[in-house]
């Protein structure tokens, strides 16, 4: 394709958009409405992502064992949880060594530990479990119920599955609406193609009878509804990028119990969301422009 006829492209296509100009708004808007929600959708299913990832580092499955087992018995359990599916690594915790990490952690001159000892420990033997991945906590936790000795099994289970419950309807709600939008987004540019079509349909008629092609005639309104999807997708993400900063640094200034946790990056968010969110508002302009041209080439 020679440079005068890219040149052409473009000017036509932008010289659409001016005549245009309330409708162009309009379906810009329709557009950055879409990405907003695509975008925040993102950002949640993300952050519960990664937040995920974060636990299965974290929580894992604490089994205490009753009475005082031998080191045989200690042994004997120690194997049957290794060959549990989906179970990565067992450490035993004596009692002992349970005693000094609660010392480590809430400090050993407090009064709660005055009179504890090795003679003189309350605290059980145990086994910390690691998973391979979170969403195996279930089946691991039924596997060790028939394991005899055990005392009693401490979890994350409940937060494990609100976190994986409010990521799926995060993702499913998201998809939804943006589908909705996006339908929404390409009727609007749909119709502000259509007003160019008809405003240049006797130009187009006569091109048709000279013998243009039907992509020569078509080129200048893909590119209004790419240039339509692109600043609608552009402007909605250059606003996201410092709202999401300041969301996180609130969440954190205001709620201080949840710094154990780390959000995603922005850069981390953004190096996905931009390319996705361009091609996708590309994606809408080209539907748009396409199908509301496609009727006006049959001459």
């Not at 005082?68 to 549990?84: A, V």
């Not at 690594?89 to 050993?108: F, M, N, R, T």
Request: charged content about 20%; aromatic content about 8%.
């Amino acid at each position: 394709m020679r440079p005068s006829t890219i040149k052409y492209f473009l000017r036509e296509g932008l010289s659409g958009l001016k005549k245009n100009l309330l409708m162009t708004m309009a379906s810009i808007v329709a557009v950055m409405a879409c990405i907003s929600i695509m975008s925040f959708s993102y950002c949640v299913a993300s952050n519960l992502q990664h937040i995920l990832q974060q636990m299965e580092d974290s929580i894992g499955i604490s089994v205490f064992i009753g009475g005082n087992p031998t080191s045989q018995e200690i042994e004997d359990m120690k194997s049957r949880i290794s060959e549990i599916d989906h179970v990565l690594d067992v450490q035993y915790i004596s009692p002992g060594d349970a005693l000094e990490e609660l010392k480590a952690d809430w400090g050993a001159d407090e009064d709660i530990f005055v009179g504890l000892d090795d003679s003189n420990n309350p605290l059980s033997h145990s086994f910390q479990i690691t998973l391979d991945k979170i969403e195996s906590q279930n089946s691991v936790l039924d596997a060790l119920k028939g394991i005899d000795g055990i005392d009693n099994i401490r979890h994350g289970q409940t937060e494990t599955e609100l976190i994986m419950k409010a990521s799926r309807v995060f993702n499913i709600a998201g998809v939804l609406v943006m589908l909705i939008l996006g339908i929404i987004s390409v009727m609007i540019i749909m119709n502000t193609i259509r007003i160019s079509v008809v405003n240049r349909r006797v130009e187009i008629n006569i091109m048709k009878y000279v013998g243009a092609t039907d992509w020569f005639i078509r080129w200048p309104f893909i590119i209004e509804g790419v240039i339509i999807g692109v600043v609608g997708a552009i402007i909605p993400l250059l606003i996201g990028i410092p709202i999401y900063a300041k969301v996180i640094s609130a969440l954190y200034s205001y709620f201080p119990v949840i710094k154990i946790i780390q959000f995603r990056l922005v850069g981390d968010i953004f190096i996905v969301l931009f390319p996705m969110a361009l091609l996708f508002g590309i994606l809408l302009g080209i539907i748009g422009s396409v199908t509301s041209i496609r009727k006006h080439l049959r001459v």
